[in-house]
């Protein structure tokens, strides 16, 4: 599994520029999202990397299961 990461940086005019690494599919969009939210944002201009449109990796851990359920 490969790491992900978000890489920020502010320049000295305040604009913030953000990439995702490692994050497969649509996922992406979800944590540029977040960031959007935590820094009071708006998206100016947005470039889709070619991890974007590959596969999603989704993982199940069935120990994950048995705590949401609390069994």
Do not use: H, R, V
Not at 35 to 62: C, F, G, R
Request: proline residues 1%; contains cysteine.
């Amino acid at each position: 599994m490969a790491k992900k990461q978000l890489q920020i940086k502010i320049l000295p005019n305040g604009e913030i520029q953000m990439k995702t690494l490692g994050i497969k599919g649509k996922k992406c969009l979800n944590y540029i999202e977040m960031m959007k939210m935590l820094a009071d944002a708006k998206i100016e201009k947005q470039e889709l990397t070619s991890e974007y449109y590959e596969e999603e990796e989704n993982y199940y851990n069935q120990d994950d299961e048995n705590q949401l359920y609390d069994y």
